[in-house]
């Protein structure tokens, strides 16, 4: 390691997630670089207690109190020194801690977008796997990124992708993008009869086939309204034109996305498809690091096919570029909407197909009112009144 390289604190906000398992894994091989300062978990206790118990760091968060004194009795009994805190804004003030040197950000949803803004203002290094703080909060995150000095790394590994292709002087992409390529593996549903979506079941949609993922994530991979969420994160990430980010359905997820330059020469970055590799240049950029990640065997490897996307198949994808030029909040009001629609299909209460429906629906009823993408609270507002409505149409639709 370079006599440079100092030892980082780091902040694993949604540690038992798998961005979080995966970060934990990295970290475990570089115990002479890393230390875990804090770990948050949503409402797994025991595996956020598992965490605890191999890492120790000084303190454990879980925004509901209940969880919380679980967590808290099991520790005690062990002895153990991590202060277990609770509540949300529990969640920001350490992500924004003095000693925290790094905070990676992969609390699922609108809710990790407090503590993805306190890190900004506090200038941390900021590993962002959150897509929902720039989908929600666009332009307030930015801002609170340059006036905090945040060093902001992409952790999407489509995003990090496109980061690794580009020169470390920001002010050098605009003079070199002509555009971007995110690829997406199609998902489950590449090759299915988009008649028979409404037959999808959760089971169905959350066999993802290059990821295990969460099953939120997974129903949005097989909507592709992730790559539509995607979209919008990297209109902000890269300071694009919407016309400028483009899809493209690359089934065997080799080549995580690309640039096109304004001479036509496409820069790509390819590998195994592992999380790893993103976490781990994102913790050590601008060095490289062991990741764990298996070696990209070319002599094993078939053949890279690509193909437009389906619009027929997945019409939620369009809907990224249709909030884009809505009027500032409508991203928010479409993340909201797949938030409670995701929610309700996992439940059985809609159908897959349905999901679409209740997105295109919430994003044409619900309209941002002036100042509410000006302030965290604006924009929390936002996200309630958009949830409000998408659940008394999902009430009012029959699986």
Not at 170 to 193: E, K, M, N, V, Y
Not at 375 to 386: C, F, N, T
Request: charged residues 20%; hydrophobic residues 45%.
């Amino acid at each position: 390691m370079s006599a440079s390289i100092q030892r980082q604190r780091v902040c694993v906000l949604g540690s038992t997630g798998s961005i979080g398992t995966n970060t934990l894994d990295v970290i475990a091989r570089h115990p002479e670089r890393y230390d875990v300062f804090a770990l948050s978990a949503m409402s797994r206790v025991d595996e956020l207690f598992a965490q605890v118990m191999r890492w120790q760091p000084r303190y454990a968060l879980m925004p509901d109190p209940a969880a919380a004194r679980q967590l808290r009795d099991k520790l005690r009994e062990q002895g153990s020194r991590t202060e277990v805190l609770d509540g949300a804004q529990a969640l920001a003030d350490i992500a924004a801690h003095p000693e925290v040197d790094s905070v990676m950000a992969a609390i699922v949803g609108a809710a990790g977008l407090a503590p993805c803004l306190a890190a900004a203002r506090a200038g941390k290094r900021l590993m962002l796997a959150n897509k929902e703080a720039l989908v929600v909060g666009g332009a307030l995150f930015m801002e609170a990124v340059r006036q905090g000095g945040a060093m902001l790394l992409p952790i999407d590994s489509e995003h990090s992708a496109i980061f690794q292709c580009l020169p470390e002087d920001r002010s050098a992409w605009s003079q070199r993008i002509d555009h971007i390529l995110l690829t997406s593996s199609g998902g489950p549903f590449r090759t299915r009869d988009p008649a028979t979506m409404r037959e999808v079941t959760p089971e169905m949609a959350c066999a993802h086939p290059n990821f295990v993922m969460g099953r939120k994530i997974s129903v949005d991979s097989a909507t592709m309204m992730n790559k539509a969420l995607e979209v919008i994160e990297a209109r902000w990430l890269f300071d694009l034109k919407p016309e400028q980010v483009r899809v493209l359905i690359h089934p065997q997820q080799i080549v995580h996305s690309m640039v096109v330059c304004r001479d036509n020469s496409v820069l790509a970055q390819l590998g195994t498809p592992d999380m790893r590799v993103p976490i781990a240049y994102g913790l050590s950029f601008p060095e490289r690091i062991e990741s764990g990640a298996e070696a990209l065997d070319f002599h094993a490897l078939g053949g890279l096919s690509f193909e437009p996307p389906d619009h027929a198949r997945y019409p939620g994808l369009a809907l990224s570029w249709a909030a884009m030029a809505a009027p500032e909040g409508s991203t928010a009001v479409l993340n909201a909407a797949n938030e409670v629609a995701v929610a309700a299909f996992l439940e059985r209460q809609i159908r897959f197909d349905q999901i679409h429906q209740l997105n295109e629906q919430t994003l044409a009823a619900v309209h941002p009112e002036a100042g509410d993408t000006h302030s965290l609270e604006g924009l929390l507002a936002l996200d309630q009144r958009a949830r409000a409505h998408a659940q008394q149409l999902a009430r009012g639709l029959a699986p």
